[in-house]
């Protein structure tokens, strides 16, 4: 049972198209966060987020935004695809200082 | 900057065998978690480890964290093929940072 949803699993896009990959957690955990991973490579940050309202920059430059209007919901926006964005895009939520909460992620091919 | 390693980054082993895996880093921990992650799927988490010298168990699964808070290893005993897949470290620093390790893309053959 998933308690964190990322929705679409699979999404493939023109370039130069405008997409949002959606998250949401039933958990009521106030940090949220974005990671983009390759194919069985590491994990990079590329947004988070403490609270409503509140989104900062991870450590991967990224071409996308964020928003944090509720507590439950950290959409992802791509306001114009390229085929350097194809990649698996991963939420996460946390509590406290426990570990991470992900979901099932996203796999966006640009072509 | 504060690097996890992780070694080996590739293991490929016959059901049955056991296996260790390290987590290592320069930097200290004041917490460090493992994942599993599945092909198509997000990591899902394992352990935390949370004081020096600690040794948790999970079945099969052994994680010990150093003395120092460092680094960390996880043993596998009679490894089977549904143990197959990437392992994540992380390490949370003492400013609510988590930092991931590469991972060890491990496959088990049956």
């Known amino acids: 049972e998933a308690d964190i949803y990322q929705t679409p699993r699979y999404l493939v896009i023109g370039t130069g198209k405008k997409i949002t990959l959606e998250c949401s957690q039933t958990?009521?955990?106030?940090?949220m966060y974005w990671y983009q991973q390759d194919p069985g490579m590491e994990l990079h940050l590329i947004h988070y987020?403490?609270?409503?309202?509140?989104?900062e920059k991870g450590d991967l430059s990224s071409e996308s935004t964020v928003s944090r209007i509720r507590t439950e919901h950290f959409p992802l926006t791509l306001e114009s695809a390229r085929p350097s964005h194809t990649s698996q895009y991963l939420c996460?939520?946390?509590?406290?200082?426990?570990?991470?909460?992900f979901g099932s992620g996203t796999r966006l091919t640009v072509v | 900057t504060q690097l996890l390693e992780q070694s080996p980054q590739f293991l490929s082993i016959q059901e049955g065998e056991n296996l260790t895996v390290y987590c290592n880093s320069s930097?200290?921990?004041?917490?460090l978690q493992w994942y599993r992650q599945e092909p198509g799927e997000g990591p899902v988490l394992l352990v935390t480890?949370?004081?020096?010298?600690e040794v948790k168990k999970l079945k099969r699964l052994t994680f010990q964290f150093g003395d120092a808070r460092k680094d960390s290893s996880l043993h596998i005993t009679a490894a089977q093929p549904g143990d197959t897949g990437l392992y994540l470290c992380?390490?949370?620093?003492?400013?609510?940072?988590?930092?991931f390790g590469p991972g060890t893309s491990l496959s088990v053959i049956p």
């Open positions: 996460a939520s946390q509590r406290g200082l426990y570990g991470y909460t």
């Open positions: 958990m009521g955990h106030d940090k």
């Open positions: 987020s403490y609270g409503v309202n509140s989104t």
């Open positions: 930097s200290v921990f004041s917490s």
């Open positions: 480890v949370v004081t020096g010298g």
């Open positions: 992380a390490g949370s620093t003492s400013y609510d940072k988590v930092i």
